[in-house]
T-cell receptor, first 113, second 113 residues
Framework: GAGVSQSPSNKVTEKGKDVELRCDPISGHTALYWYRQSLGQGLEFLIYFQGNSAPDKSGLPSDRFSAERTGGSVSTLTIQRTQQEDSAVYLC???????????FGPGTRLTVL | KNQVEQSPQSLIILEGKNCTLQCNYTVSPFSNLRWYKQDTGRGPVSLTIMTFSENTKSNGRYTATLDADTKQSSLHITASQLSDSASYICVVSGQNTGNQFYFGTGTSLTVIP
């Protein structure tokens, strides 16, 4: 594909519901990253994938957050029992080789009511 | 502690004027430094990437400088345009593999007519 894509672009959900966010990285990129950006704030690292494994999950804020990647490509970020403080833009980036330039997707804006 | 600090936090300039954004870092070991532009509601887009041995790199009206001795970088924007209004993020990579990315909180630039 031409770039990193994310879906949905916007998601509004009720407190307590589960949500699933999707990221399609650039084809062939082995490294994939999830970040969270709250309004007016910098990017907050969540999780890093190298292939299908996640050597760094240190940024996940609670056990309500999980992510997986299959086939070394698509990744999903799942937030269970959403809270209002989860409202933010969730950005995905991919790179190859790992650690080199990151290409970001447009983000998913999550609003928890 | 590995940190990236940017200044100013926000900036308003008149169209056609020049401006310079600053980035100071304490990341070690250092691999490379990137400047990203993030338009409102979009993901960050890379402007320049600089390695240890590079002092200056240009991309159109954007010129980045790097002083690896003082651990400082600047992004100079020449003849600003309304479309330059965005957040500019400095990202330092601590090593050329994996997940050693350190993000500044960004400078919000507003160009007014």
């Amino acid at each position: 594909g031409a770039g990193v894509s994310q879906s949905p672009s916007n998601k509004v959900t009720e407190k307590g519901k589960d949500v699933e966010l999707r990221c399609d990285p650039i084809s062939g990129h082995t490294a994939l990253y999830w970040y969270r950006q709250s309004l007016g704030q910098g990017l907050e690292f969540l999780i890093y994938f190298q292939g299908n494994s996640a050597p760094d999950k240190s940024g996940l804020p609670s056990d309500r957050f999980s992510a997986e990647r299959t086939g070394g490509s698509v990744s999903t970020l799942t937030i269970q029992r959403t809270q209002q403080e989860d409202s933010a833009v969730y950005l995905c980036a991919s790179s190859s080789p790992p650690g080199y330039e990151q290409f970001f997707g447009p983000g998913t804006r999550l609003t928890v009511l | 502690k590995n940190q990236v600090e940017q200044s100013p936090q926000s900036l308003i300039i008149l169209e056609g004027k020049n401006c310079t954004l600053q980035c100071n870092y304490t990341v070690s070991p250092f691999s490379n430094l990137r400047w990203y532009k993030q338009d409102t509601g979009r993901g960050p887009v890379s402007l320049t990437i600089m390695t240890f041995s590079e002092n200056t790199k240009s991309n159109g009206r954007y010129t980045a400088t790097l002083d690896a001795d003082t651990k400082q970088s600047s992004l100079h924007i020449t003849a600003s345009q309304l479309s330059d209004s965005a957040s500019y993020i400095c990202v330092v990579s601590g090593q050329n593999t994996g997940n050693q990315f350190y993000f500044g909180t960004g400078t919000s630039l507003t160009v007014i007519p």
